[in-house]
């Protein structure tokens, strides 16, 4: 079965990033969008697995309220990777979209790959 990540992150050069590092541990990524609205026609259109998305984003809506949409839409789980994961407001708007996991983007990168796999473990499509 094919790992397939679709990647929501405003900043094009960390998507670009993001997208060749996880490629490396076998995923494939079906396309690095940066805003919320692209993120949910993405979604629908390839259907990935498991999406990582980034909580702040350009556009009309941000990645929790993108999360929550593609959630009660199509049931693909979201990872959230962000720089605020110790806000705590934003933990508990991520705790209600039910995200698998929010993922440092200074941490470690195994850490990232941990949370794709369970995405891919708990929820195979």
Known sequence: MSKIVLIVEDE???GMMLARKIEEFGFTV???????EEGLAVAERE???VILMDVSLGGEMD???AARLVRE???IPVVFFTGYNRDENLMARAKEVQ???VVDKLGPVEEL?????KGFDSFST
């Open 12 to 14: 094009v050069l960390v």
């Open 30 to 36: 079906c396309a690095v969008v940066t805003t919320g």
């Open 47 to 49: 259907r990935p697995g």
């Open 63 to 65: 990645g929790i309220e």
């Open 73 to 75: 839409r199509l049931g």
């Open 99 to 101: 995200a698998l996991a």
């Open 113 to 117: 790959i941990s949370a794709l796999e």
